[in-house]
């Protein structure tokens, strides 16, 4: 074992002796010992007995942590490094980068053997076959399915990261399509709607009839259930070529479901639009954040509406086949449906009162979507990391595939049957995931993306402001105020790596660890500390302004107004729509207040003229008067 032994002199004082040597090697678990040990020698190399009474630890705890044969546990580290005088956050940060990447390399050795059996999909979708592991959101969906039968168009929305897609994959697609298996609760599965999507598919599926079972969870085929056809689509940037190769794998074209619908309504059925098939069309934004043809979108809304409303023409046209509805669920993130909404007056007024909008799930929720999966693979999970999942994720708005990825990852580091929290903290816990896909994403940006990046993620991560209850808060920040024609398309590519989260107009990071877990970033908010300082009171500044519909009075002048155009323009402080707007009219203010003095100091200088040659003629008048006298 590396410790460092000490024996007994003849005088009786204890003499300690070397280390064992690190074993050969440049692996991450060698050099992070060795830089332990490094600290340790700037600390006048104390005997470990001397570390254990400072570190409150014993003392062969802390040299095998030093010893670079396996990773001691973050308290061990933190505790090793106070005691030597070391900065405890900065090897925080150090654990818990090399926990994950150990964690990674050892995932990697067990995916083969863990293939088809993971009770978590990781960052990957969950699609309608994995309705046996999806849990936690059946009554949202119950209200999913209930609003579809009563309605041909439903608009489901919610912030990026809600949980959407996964509602409406694994939980409604399931449901209809008979999908659930014997157990798949159609629910709110910790990966709400992460990774890639399909294209155009569909499947056979059953209609909402029946009671569920509670025991089989949402998303279960519901005994007696009649089979309709179900397409699922994403619009890309071509959206009237997804909609026609998904009417196409629908069967429309050769009415396949005309008899089912016949016969329900010539059976006097009132709820005959249970047997009309089912098109959802997923991540309904990209018709704005993708499609770039303003006609293709239009045409592809009118054709939603026609199938809606049976109204559709040929599939060549702008709707579907001749006369023949389907149930149309449009899944579209709430920072883009207003947007649709009020482009398209049709749509609007065919999903009025249809509109579902999915929240971030409930504890309970939570709780079921972790623990249901690990019981139906056999496995348990510990109470203490319960419950640092569920408070870590219940207050962050786009978690939820952060959770999954994190969960997957914890299993794969199980304790026999157990997914412990020591097993999440060697993972790198949502820190380690965090700085990985944060720092990733950036190394793949170009050099213009790369200054856009900054200019967002400072502004999103600056300190936080106090809010209720004494807690402290990062406050959403307004899309306006990103008025880079290049930040728009940054900003997806963010929320695709779910580090952002859109909500309507407002931008805000997914975890409110990102600005600690990531070096980069705490080393921009470190460096412009005091630029933060000014850019959020030049912010405030701005809002207050407008808010007091511009009120000239609160405008900068002066010296003030000077010292914050300078930084401006040397880049140190951003201006965004509203403090641009701010600017520009404290500029013109500034001009107005200069022209205004001039005016008045050439008034005055008028006056003192004419008041000088009053003078002087009437001086002249006294002179002339004595000459005659």
Known sequence: MDRKVTTSTEKGAAVPRRESPLDQGDGPLLRFAGDLRALRERAGTPPYRQL?????CSAASLSVAAGGRRLPSLAVTLAYVQACGGDVREWQHRWQLLAAELAADTAARRRAQDAGCAPYP???????????????????????????????LVMVTG???????????????????????????????????????????????????????????????????????????TPGERPMEAYALALARLGQRAGETRGVRAGLQAAGCERARAADPVLVVDQGEELRTRCRD?????????????????????????????????????????????????????????????????????????????????????????????????????????????????????????????????????TGGFEGALARTAEALFDGLGAADRERARAVFVRLGGEPAPGAGGDSVRKPVRRGEFDDPGVPALLERLVRARLVVLDRDTVELSHHA?????????????????????????????????????DPELLYRGARLDHVRRRVAAGELASGGVERAFLSAAVRAAADDRRRVRRQSLALAGLAAAGGALLTLAGGHRIRRGWRD
């Open 159 to 233: 912030p990026s990261g809600v949980g959407k897609s996964s509602l409406v994959r694994a939980g409604l697609l399931a449901r209809m399509g008979g999908l659930g298996g014997s157990g798949g609760p159609g629910g709110a599965g910790p990966n709400a709607g992460a990774g890639p999507r399909s294209g155009a598919g569909a499947r056979t599926g059953a209609g909402p009839r029946g009671a569920r079972d509670p025991r089989r969870g949402a998303g279960a085929a519901r005994p007696g259930a009649r089979a309709v056809p179900v397409a699922l689509l």
């Open 52 to 56: 254990a009474l400072r570190a409150h």
């Open 514 to 550: 990102l600005p600690q877990a990531w070096p980069r970033l705490r080393d921009w908010l470190a460096e412009g500390r005091e630029a933060l300082g000014e850019q959020r009171r030049l912010t405030a500044a701005a809002r207050s302004w407008a808010a007091a519909d511009k």
């Open 122 to 152: 990781g960052a990957a979708a969950y699609e309608a076959a994995d309705a046996e592991r999806f849990y936690g959101r059946e009554a949202v969906l119950d209200r999913l399915v209930g609003l579809l039968g009563e309605r041909s």
């Open 294 to 426: 303003a006609r293709e979108r239009a045409r592809f809304l009118d054709a939603l509406v026609a199938a809606a409303e049976g109204t559709g023409r040929k599939a060549g046209g702008a709707g579907g086949a001749d006369g023949l509805r389907c149930r149309v669920v449009l899944v579209v993130r709430s920072d883009q449906g207003d947007a649709l909404r009020a482009e398209h007056p049709a749509l609007a007024e065919a999903c009025r009162g249809a509109v579902l909008t999915v929240g971030a799930p409930a504890p309970d929720e939570l709780r079921r979507a972790i623990t249901e999966p690990a019981l139906r693979a056999g496995c348990t999970v510990e109470g203490a990391l319960l419950a640092v999942l569920i408070s870590a994720v219940a207050q962050q708005p786009g978690a939820l595939p952060l959770l999954s990825a994190a969960l997957l990852e914890t299993w794969r580091r199980r304790s026999g049957n157990a997914l412990t929290l020591a097993g999440f903290q060697a």
